[in-house]
């Protein structure tokens, strides 16, 4: 999982599994968004933390991994980290 601190419109995108779960299924990125109907791009700013999905696009691609949304966007390491963030203001 990779730490980013790109922001941009004041949201914070979240980390997450994208890349490391299609790759162990030995997908590529075009694969994977043929799959989950968006295009390459869309994947390739996933995997680098430039774009949070919509919630529909993030069930997809948690159905895809057969995996849960909260385990494929780390939402608990996230959401601490958020915390921490909002304690220290």
Known sequence: MK???YKKGGKEPVENKIRELRQGKGLTQQQLAERVHVSSRTIISLEQGRYNP?????????????TTIEDLYCLRENLKREEERYEKN
């Open 54 to 66: 919509s919630l529909l696009l993030a069930y997809r691609l948690a159905l895809e991994f057969g």
């Open 3 to 5: 730490e980013t601190s």
